[in-house]
């Protein structure tokens, strides 16, 4: 079963700059258009960016210009580099699948202070 470990949330001033990792646990890691979602307390878990299997990137309005979402197939891990950090970025991340088709992992906590 396909294991998702994300990581290197924390606690940032708002300007600040913060880098997510998932690593993945399958083997067809490289095949796959993995994305980034977030979910705010109170809020539905949104669509933040997705890298397809040839590195092609794709952002969702609000992390436009901020965001930037890479991939390393030799460690079956994608990044998530987010810079200029708002206090409306404050929300659990989490990676997947494109179609959500993995058992989402813990998540990463992100806290953006104003």
């Known amino acids: 079963q396909v294991q998702l470990v994300e990581s290197g949330g924390g606690l940032v001033q708002a300007g600040g700059s913060l880098r997510l990792s998932c690593a993945a646990s399958v083997s067809s890691f490289s095949l796959n258009s993995i994305a980034w979602y977030r979910q705010a307390p109170g809020k539905e878990r949104e669509l933040v960016a997705w890298?397809?299997?040839?590195?092609?990137?794709t952002y969702v309005g609000p992390v436009k210009g901020r965001f930037t979402i890479s991939r390393d197939n030799a460690k079956n891990t994608v990044y998530l580099q987010m810079n200029s950090l708002k206090p409306e970025d404050t929300a659990v991340y989490y990676c997947?699948?494109?179609?959500?088709?993995?058992?989402w992992g813990q998540g990463a906590q992100v806290t953006v202070s104003s």
């Open positions: 997947n699948t494109i179609a959500r088709g993995w058992r």
């Open positions: 890298i397809s299997s040839s590195g092609l990137a």
